[in-house]
């Protein structure tokens, strides 16, 4: 019976069929033959190993599938690209497939005809179900959903093309600020996550402590001989590994107990900071630019780069103002990219706010006054008018508005150039305000800030004292103190929000977007 069934096979269709069978078990073996759906359409497009004889093997999930009478049609994804790959597959292999469905396909790429979205195709000769999923439960449906909605479920969002995009732009522009800065000779460290000091002074730490502990009403006792935080900033540390490295940087978890229910502010983020020795707060200011500007140079570049200027803002909604939000995503990369960035001093700030308001041009739900923190609006304001859409530095604020770390402001480490205003010269000389800076960006503000640390021991207990902290030996600053007994250096350096930095980049409104699992109060 088997060889009448044979046979009846004609002997050219029986050779055909036994050399795919061959072809595809040879395949199966070969692991380098996998590639990512953005390397195989690359080499498509480019024409390289078009030979459609040849076997391509993928791996992702189905975005959406269409099943005809005859044929099906599967969008396939793995997160390499927002492009998708369509795969014409037979009926009787699309039994089970749906939204959702992780799958592996061997087949023939082939061109598509001219006028079609893509430019290439699929044909399926194999196709395995790796992990199944009821198209009628999967939360992620081919629709425009909300980002309110997608915050809902972290942990499946991240496989929709525009949270993939995300994802590939955060391990770019780590890799980017890594090369940066190696090759200057900047040596990567790993402080501690858990500390003994609030770092900013602000009283903003989470505290750990045992949950056991915790569970006990009125239990107090400390898991660690001394009360241990999460960290708010790894600038204490860096500066110990100064003193032995000439530069050196980090890139790591912050944690912030601020009660800012904000599209700006979250509980825990990725913080970038480096330590360099250095008397000049220019110097520090040139290596947050320089850094910054090849960022969004080698971001523009990218593969990322492009699919985010054709991505829409709302992960393919398809609103009307898309081409507008290209545009201004476009226009921001220009500006950092654009010629040196403007440095203004607080003072000069307030007072450019101050004529702003008189002439009408601008109101302010703050009041504007020298000595007052500079509200978002304002920073806003100054973005626009001073930065003309641009990034600006705002240097020297008054020393009752910043930590006790900073050195004082003073002819040689002041980083914007001294304005001709007798109570300006003034107002540095008596020591009111410190040689640090804020940079803004326009739309999300405050993005990086540093400053020149305060390396004399004497003047930094004296600061510790004024902002009420222990300058006493045998306080939890104590090590911190040592730096400054035993051969200090003059040092300084900057904190850049990482995770602000890649809303700017992106175009996101929220840092809660770009960020896989975010806390916020």
């Not at 069978?21 to 190993?49: G, M, P, V, Y």
Request: with cysteine.
């Amino acid at each position: 019976m088997l060889w009448r069934s044979i046979s009846r096979v004609p002997l050219s269709q029986l050779n055909i069929k036994c050399a795919q069978e061959i072809s595809l078990r040879k395949f199966s073996k070969d692991h380098n033959a996998k590639q990512t759906i953005a390397a195989i359409l690359d080499s498509a497009k480019a024409n390289i190993h078009q030979d459609e004889r040849h076997l391509t093997e993928i791996s992702g999930h189905v975005r959406t599938i269409r099943n005809q009478k005859r044929i099906s049609f599967a969008k396939i994804g793995d997160g390499s690209t927002t492009e998708e790959l369509q795969v014409i597959i037979k009926p009787s292999e699309a039994k089970g497939i749906g939204t959702g469905t992780a799958v592996s396909i061997i087949g023939h790429l082939r061109a598509c005809p001219p006028g079609l979205n893509q430019s290439h195709e699929l044909h399926a000769e194999q196709v395995k179900i790796v992990g199944s999923a009821n198209p009628e439960t999967y939360p992620i449906q081919k629709k425009y959903h909300t980002s309110e909605y997608l915050r809902t479920v972290p942990h499946l969002r991240l496989r929709t093309p525009f949270n993939a995009l995300l994802a590939r732009l955060r391990s770019d522009c780590e890799w980017y600020i890594a090369e940066f800065l190696n090759t200057r000779s900047y040596v990567r460290v790993h402080p501690p996550l858990i500390t003994s000091s609030d770092c900013e002074g602000a009283g903003e730490v989470f505290t750990i402590r045992p949950h056991d502990k915790v569970a006990r009403e009125g239990e107090n006792e400390e898991y660690f001989r001394t009360s241990k935080y999460l960290t708010v900033s790894s600038q204490l540390h860096l500066e110990a590994y100064v003193h032995e490295h000439r530069a050196v940087w980090t890139l790591s978890p912050t944690f912030r107990a601020e009660r800012s229910d904000t599209p700006r502010h979250l509980s825990e983020f990725y913080m970038l900071e480096a330590e360099l020795r250095t008397e000049q707060l220019d110097e520090v200011m040139d290596l947050v630019e320089g850094l910054i500007r090849y960022v969004a140079t080698k971001v523009g570049n990218s593969r990322v780069g492009n699919e985010l200027l054709q991505t829409s803002i709302a992960h393919g909604a398809g609103r009307e103002d898309d081409v507008s939000q290209a545009r201004a995503l476009r226009s921001r990369l220009a500006g950092l990219k654009a010629a040196l960035w403007p440095r203004i001093t607080y003072t000069r700030a307030i007072e450019l706010l101050q004529v702003a308001v008189t002439e009408g041009r601008v109101v302010f739900q703050h009041r504007v006054a020298w000595g007052t923190s500079l509200q978002l609006e304002h920073e806003r304001h100054l973005a626009s008018a001073v930065g003309l859409g641009g990034p600006v530095f705002v240097t020297d604020y008054p020393r009752h508005l910043k930590p006790f770390y900073m050195l004082p402001s003073d002819t040689t480490s002041r980083g914007a150039q001294a304005s001709t205003d007798d109570m300006e010269g003034n107002v540095h000389k008596d020591g009111k305000t410190v040689a640090n800076f804020d940079l803004l960006l326009p739309d999300v503000a405050e993005v990086a800030g540093g400053s020149l640390r305060e390396h004399r021991l004497e003047d930094l207990v004296s600061s510790m004292r004024k902002h009420g902290l222990s300058g006493d030996k045998g306080g939890n600053l104590d090590w911190y103190l040592d730096l400054r007994r035993w051969g200090s250096v003059p040092h300084g350096g900057f904190g850049l929000g990482f995770d602000r930095l890649l809303c700017y980049l992106s175009g996101e409104e929220s840092v809660r977007d770009v960020v896989a699992w975010p806390r916020w109060v």
